[in-house]
């Protein structure tokens, strides 16, 4: 382009200078001008064209590392759940299971209850009547010794 400028600053100083110039000489060099012009333009095209296409690249760039950053996140999600899940199905096993240790102890405790006052009430029982027998032979006794009247 700095050439095309020089020898556009030479033919304009000619043009100037000499009454024979040619005019043409000049619109040779405008077309010379605007074909550097289109070439210029062609070339910031292109280059515009890989710049957006650089710029599509690292979108594409970004979305895949995103994603696989989502992925590997719910990934590790999915990790803690099940973790989670067994963690509380562990503890609810083992409480479900205290819980039948103590229903099973309550009902143990309920039949040595019943049966410890089942005995207790026996032995009052046997306890009242021995006493009611040994009262019916001291009166029984008492009654022999006693002389009757008639």
């Not at 143990?108 to 207790?120: G, I, R, V």
């Not at 029984?140 to 009247?149: D, G, I, M, N, T």
């Amino acid at each position: 382009m700095e050439a095309l400028l020089s020898e556009f600053t030479l033919l304009s100083d000619q043009a100037l200078c000499d009454r024979s110039f040619d005019p043409s000489t000049i619109e040779g060099l405008m077309k010379l001008f605007e074909a550097e012009a289109y070439k210029g333009w062609v070339q910031l095209e292109l280059e515009c064209r890989n710049e957006a296409q650089s710029a599509e690249d690292c979108i594409e760039e970004a979305e895949d590392y995103l994603e696989s950053v989502m992925e590997s996140a719910m990934a590790e999600f999915r990790l803690f759940e099940e973790e989670m899940n067994q963690t509380c199905k562990a503890e609810h096993d083992s409480l479900v299971s205290l819980a039948d240790a103590a229903r099973r102890m309550g009902n143990t405790l309920e039949k040595a209850a019943n049966f410890s006052s089942k005995k207790y009430v026996d032995a009052a029982v046997n306890s009242a009547a021995a006493s009611m027998r040994s009262a019916v032979r001291a009166v029984a006794s008492a009654a022999s010794k006693k002389v009757h009247p008639s």
